[in-house]
């Protein structure tokens, strides 16, 4: 099946359109889906300028898919033709191995497929993602979006929600917790969100006070002055949990004294190198660093129902598929509000 999406061919990073073949012959648990939305990650853009050493060009990015159903394999039984249904970071697993087994396809061990950039039987040898008309996927990777979602702002759920979701249900969080975000980008603003929907105390870390009225506006319960040596001082021993969403390198020793007894640091923005922790805070205190991924099917589908019953909706900012080098460039300087995402209509009205 011919398609149309926006791909990089080096490590510029820059897209551009790019035809290319998605699966035709069906398997049985196979799922056509038209894609109507796409959210855009931190993720896609290191992919796309091969910052992570893995890339494969051309690339196609996007991992935060919304889209209706047009066709179905002959064994499909969970969606039909019409449904608006969602794509997250993987495409497949063995589903055999142990970690399958327990509902966490994102471990897999023989590794999961990702949605871009893995080893694929389609035309192309590799999965392409988001950024494009069309997917097929096979079913047991198809989530359900729920009605009362905007279809819009649900695809950044499937990155930055199930991010932050993922390891808040991990520590227990829960009416009375409280939970501290470090970060408050894509995914520092959904744990902010989601947090407060789960019924904890949040707090926003943050070097500079120019974001306090946006944490507030967010459903942020206080604001922590990291810089303010004072204000850290009395805020030691003061938090269950901090979601560490900051994107780049570190240091989370200054975090770690807020942390109550057997409290934990889970890092879910910086992939790569941290400034190395002091053993001394850690063992006074059994505190913990953790790291935590996306999250599996269920889990996934389960923050889904999660969001809808909750109305628990990222900010967004739309644009059009050919504003993406532009979208790109304000993502790196943090210039959004607080997720973008594609309005995947333009892209036949941009290369028509």
Same mark, same amino acid.
């Given at each position: 099946?011919?398609?149309?999406?926006?791909?990089?061919?080096?490590?510029?990073?820059?897209?551009?359109?790019?035809?290319?073949?998605? &699966?035709?012959?069906?398997?049985? $648990?196979?799922?056509?889906?038209?894609?109507?939305?796409?959210?855009? /990650?931190?993720?896609?853009?290191?992919?796309?300028?091969?910052?992570?050493?893995?890339?494969?060009?051309?690339?196609?990015?996007?991992?935060?898919?919304?889209? &209706?159903?047009?066709?179905?394999?002959?064994?499909?039984?969970?969606?039909?033709?019409?449904?608006?249904?969602?794509?997250? /970071?993987?495409?497949?697993? /063995?589903?055999?191995?142990?970690?399958?087994?327990?509902?966490?396809?994102?471990?897999? &061990?023989?590794?999961?497929?990702?949605?871009?950039?893995?080893?694929?039987?389609?035309?192309?040898?590799?999965?392409?993602?988001?950024?494009?008309?069309?997917?097929?996927?096979?079913?047991?990777?198809?989530?359900?979006?729920?009605?009362?979602?905007?279809?819009?702002?649900?695809?950044?759920?499937? /990155?930055?929600?199930?991010?932050?979701?993922?390891?808040?249900?991990?520590?227990?969080?829960?009416?009375?917790?409280? @939970?501290?975000?470090?970060?408050?980008?894509?995914?520092?603003?959904?744990?902010?969100?989601?947090?407060?929907?789960?019924?904890?105390? @949040?707090?926003?870390?943050?070097?500079?006070?120019?974001?306090?009225?946006?944490?507030?506006?967010?459903?942020?319960?206080?604001?922590?002055?990291?810089?303010?040596?004072?204000?850290?001082?009395?805020?030691?021993?003061?938090?269950?949990?901090?979601?560490?969403?900051?994107?780049?390198?570190?240091?989370?020793?200054?975090?770690?004294?807020?942390?109550?007894?057997?409290?934990?640091?889970?890092?879910?923005?910086?992939?790569?190198?941290?400034?190395?922790? $002091?053993?001394?805070?850690?063992?006074?205190?059994?505190?913990?660093?953790?790291?935590?991924?996306?999250?599996?099917?269920?889990?996934?589908?389960?923050?889904?129902?999660?969001?809808?019953?909750?109305?628990?909706?990222?900010?967004?900012?739309?644009? &059009?598929?050919?504003?993406? $080098?532009?979208?790109?460039?304000?993502?790196?300087?943090?210039?959004?509000?607080?997720?973008?995402?594609?309005?995947?209509?333009?892209?036949?009205?941009?290369?028509?």
């Amino acid at each position: 099946m011919k398609t149309i999406g926006y791909a990089a061919r080096d490590t510029s990073g820059t897209l551009a359109p790019f035809t290319f073949d998605r &699966r035709d012959n069906l398997a049985a $648990n196979d799922v056509v889906i038209e894609i109507l939305y796409c959210g855009i /990650c931190h993720s896609d853009l290191h992919f796309a300028r091969d910052d992570w050493g893995m890339t494969q060009y051309p690339v196609v990015p996007g991992h935060e898919i919304v889209g &209706r159903v047009t066709a179905t394999g002959s064994g499909v039984s969970k969606h039909k033709e019409g449904d608006i249904v969602a794509v997250g /970071c993987m495409v497949d697993s /063995c589903q055999t191995c142990d970690q399958c087994g327990a509902g966490d396809e994102q471990f897999c &061990r023989e590794g999961m497929t990702m949605t871009y950039g893995s080893p694929s039987p389609d035309a192309e040898g590799v999965t392409h993602g988001g950024f494009s008309k069309h997917i097929v996927v096979r079913e047991e990777f198809v989530l359900s979006v729920p009605g009362s979602l905007d279809p819009a702002k649900a695809a950044p759920l499937l /990155c930055a929600g199930i991010t932050t979701y993922s390891p808040l249900k991990a520590a227990g969080v829960k009416e009375g917790s409280r @939970v501290a975000v470090a970060g408050l980008g894509g995914l520092g603003h959904m744990a902010v969100k989601i947090a407060s929907a789960m019924g904890a105390h @949040v707090t926003v870390l943050s070097r500079t006070p120019d974001k306090q009225k946006d944490a507030a506006d967010l459903g942020a319960d206080a604001f922590l002055l990291t810089s303010d040596e004072a204000a850290m001082e009395k805020a030691t021993g003061g938090f269950d949990i901090i979601i560490d969403t900051i994107p780049v390198a570190h240091d989370i020793n200054p975090y770690i004294p807020l942390l109550d007894i057997g409290g934990e640091i889970a890092i879910v923005g910086q992939i790569g190198p941290l400034e190395e922790p $002091n053993a001394a805070l850690l063992i006074f205190g059994r505190k913990k660093v953790t790291g935590s991924f996306i999250g599996g099917i269920a889990e996934t589908q389960e923050m889904l129902d999660f969001c809808a019953e909750k109305q628990c909706m990222p900010d967004i900012e739309m644009i &059009r598929m050919d504003e993406i $080098n532009t979208a790109f460039d304000r993502l790196e300087k943090s210039d959004v509000r607080y997720r973008f995402v594609i309005d995947m209509d333009s892209l036949a009205m941009a290369d028509a």
